[in-house]
């Protein structure tokens, strides 16, 4: 499929879109849950009152019982969630990933999502791996960017070309930005909740059975009849509670699953269609899940967790109606309709071979991959003060949340440009913390003095020397390589403690009010790394619900200070860039440009409003700060890391606008090259 017939798979939908059908759909999934516990219990009242003739305060005491009995579990669930992606992974069964690693499918895997995580300008995710699973299988969890967390079977880290790796990676990545993660932990816990009968008895019959079995195994045969007649009397009882608990249970086991189906089936075609466009190729994503249905065939398939927790991977091979996922049949002709279905079990077979043969393979000697990636790396940055990008509003707020096969492309020349040390420096949190801290502190003697002085004060003096010891490092980092920098060091920085992670915030809001030399790049990486942690822009509770016109001071505030300090020493320059801003916005006439005198606290303002916005006002915030920062036609490599930036403050992922791959927006994107 050539990659004019893949965007077109994909659909009309874009990022903002995409967000605001999540927002929806975890408002259905709310209520149907509502719906279930409320219709379950009353069903039972009805019937213990009708058929088996209780009276009704008995009946009604029953049927709150039972509601609670599904409200308590889900309630549990969800609060389990509240420690976040990482938490969630490894009770999956996934083992965190840090490079350096000794384990070279670990390795290549990390660094295969530090490429796709940078093309697609979100921080990088922490990365799991599941090691004693042999299927072909991911899954991500986490509330947001803030906290994600990717896991990813060994098979598929071992048997996966890297064509094939990243499609699985983008996939996940599009569940990620699109939304469809919050929905499906929202599902999880909702399902946890109505199954939990169920899964009680089903638990109590196989440990009955279990240990029913045991006792008589240990005795010599000759008197096992006499033991288990024995025996039977004292199980029979819980035997019997265990059925009586399938039986309750088995009305919500089955509105869980209606629940799991109706909420996540659509998801897995839709990030198929999302990794066929990142990668710009269906084929990559096609034989992923040939090879997906080899390994079911090879009966390494089955369902990596429990029934609850189904829908959140990538693929399984559990057997129950109704289905969670899509067939992969069906997902295959998705995204090839010309593929042939009388071929379907011997592709999966060839797939699953050609896994089998990469496992034997030996990777890329380690020491060529470094030198090849020298080369590239030492390239971009030679290049990059002398790049610029065409670009308007409308290529701006369409790359929104929607990475294709070039930004992968400049995530591994990005990932391939940052220094070992800072690539390395997240398998220690303080050294994450250190890098970060000294990207935000750099600048010269005077400053760098000032900055650090603020971090012994707010952390500690072990703190600051941590970051002095950071300084050589980080002056080798090109000014281009910040943002990239601070968004690969997030899985080390979400491993510190709260108390850590809120010491570093008040630490970085010191920073801002005492530097009066303070970029407003700066501010805003500032303010990104805020957003990465703690999601702190939303102090207000909101869900993304308010609408442009509430908001229309604070936006104006922020393109009056991108106007300003575009063009700080030229008053025309800084007029046209405020009114081509204000201009793409419809309604009354903006007023006319005033830079707020305390920029920095009115900047942090605005960006807790503008962060509130549902998603329709984002793509008219996006679009307006495009224009006032390109006002002239043309996106400088600065200023579009300016508007990556303040892209990411907003939660509206931004990949990179490397001009070296993107030079002009066109309609039909030119086909990959050959590998």
């Known amino acids: ?188 816990g909702w399902v946890t909740g109505l199954s939990a009968l169920y899964d009680a008895g089903a638990a109590l019959w196989r440990s009955v059975s279990s240990g029913f079995s045991a006792s008589i195994a240990r005795t010599p045969w000759w008197v096992w009849r006499r033991l288990a007649i024995g025996l039977f009397p004292l199980f029979l009882p819980l035997w019997l509670l265990a ?111 050609a896994g089998e043969r990469r496992r034997l393979e030996v990777l890329v000697p380690r020491a060529r991959r470094e030198r090849e990636e020298a080369e590239r790396a030492r390239a971009f940055t030679e290049t990059l003060p002398y790049l610029s990008l065409q670009a308007t509003p409308d290529f701006i707020v369409g790359k929104v949340g929607r990475p294709d096969w070039t930004d992968i492309a400049q995530g591994e020349t990005l990932r391939a440009a940052l220094p070992v040390a800072v690539s390395q420096s997240v398998a220690s949190p303080t050294r994450a913390r250190a890098v970060v801290l000294a990207i935000l502190a750099s600048g010269d003697d005077a400053r760098w003095t000032r900055q650090t002085a603020m971090v012994e004060h707010g952390l500690g003096a072990t703190v600051r020397a941590e970051v002095e010891a950071e300084r050589r490092v980080i002056d080798t980092v090109s000014p281009y390589l910040r943002l990239p920098a601070v968004e690969a060091a997030f899985p080390g920085l979400r491993r510190l403690s709260r108390r850590e992670q809120r010491d570093l915030i008040a630490t970085l809001k010191a920073m801002e009010l005492e530097d009066g030399e303070r970029e407003l790049f700066e501010l805003c990486l500032t303010a990104l790394v805020r957003v990465g942690l703690t999601d702190d822009l939303r102090r207000r509770g909101g869900d993304g619900r308010g609408v442009l016109w509430h908001a229309g001071d604070s936006l104006r505030t922020l393109l009056s200070i991108v106007a300003h300090h575009g063009s700080p020493s030229d008053p025309a320059a800084r007029e046209a860039a405020y009114k081509a801003g204000t201009g793409s916005l419809a309604g009354a006439a903006a007023p006319a440009f005033a830079s707020p005198p305390n920029w920095a606290v009115a900047l942090d303002a605005a960006f807790t409003e503008l962060a509130d916005l549902e998603p329709g006002a984002k793509r008219s915030v996006v679009a307006a700060v495009t224009a006032t920062v390109a006002q002239d036609g043309r996106l400088r490599l600065a200023e579009a890391e300016l508007l990556r930036a303040i892209c990411g403050v907003l939660r509206c992922p931004l990949p990179p606008l490397m001009p070296e791959v993107v030079a002009v927006p066109s309609a039909t994107p030119a086909a990959p090259p050959a590998t």
């Open 1 to 188: 499929m050539g990659s004019d017939q893949v965007e077109r798979s994909v659909g009309g939908q874009d990022f903002f879109d995409s967000q605001a059908v999540a927002r929806r759909r975890r408002l259905e999934v709310d209520l149907g849950f509502g719906l279930a516990v409320v219709a379950v219990p009353a069903l039972w009242a009805l019937v213990t009152v009708g058929i088996l003739g209780l009276s009704w305060p008995i009946a009604l005491g029953s049927a709150l019982l039972w509601a609670s009995a599904m409200l308590v579990p889900a309630w549990l669930a969800l609060s389990r969630q509240e420690g976040g992606g990482g938490l969630i992974a490894q009770s999956f069964g996934g083992t965190p990933v840090f490079p350096p690693s000794a384990d070279p499918a670990a390795q290549r895997l990390y660094e295969l999502v530090e490429d796709m995580a940078l093309a697609a300008g979100i921080p990088v995710p922490d990365v799991h791996l599941r090691q004693q699973d042999d299927s072909i299988n991911a899954m991500v969890a986490g509330r947001g960017t803030a906290d994600a967390a990717l896991v990813v079977t060994r098979g598929a880290a071992e048997r996966l070309d890297r064509a094939r790796l990243q499609a699985l990676i983008a996939h996940e990545i599009d569940h990620i930005q699109s939304g469809d993660m919050a929905v499906n932990l929202r599902v999880l």
């Open 243 to 353: 059925l009586l608990m399938l039986g309750l249970g088995s009305l919500g086991k089955l509105l869980g699953t209606l629940l799991q189906a109706a909420a996540c089936r659509h998801h897995e075609s839709s990030a198929d269609a999302a990794a066929a466009r990142m990668m710009g190729d269906a084929a990559p994503a096609r034989d992923l899940l040939l090879m997906a249905a080899g390994s079911a065939a090879a009966r390494l398939g089955t369902a990596p967790s429990e029934p609850a927790a189904e829908h959140l991977w990538y693929t399984s091979h559990a057997r129950r109606w109704p289905s969670v996922h899509p067939p992969i049949l069906d997902r295959i002709r998705a995204l090839d309709p010309g593929f042939d279905v009388a071929s379907f079990a011997a592709a999966a077979d060839r797939e699953w071979l």
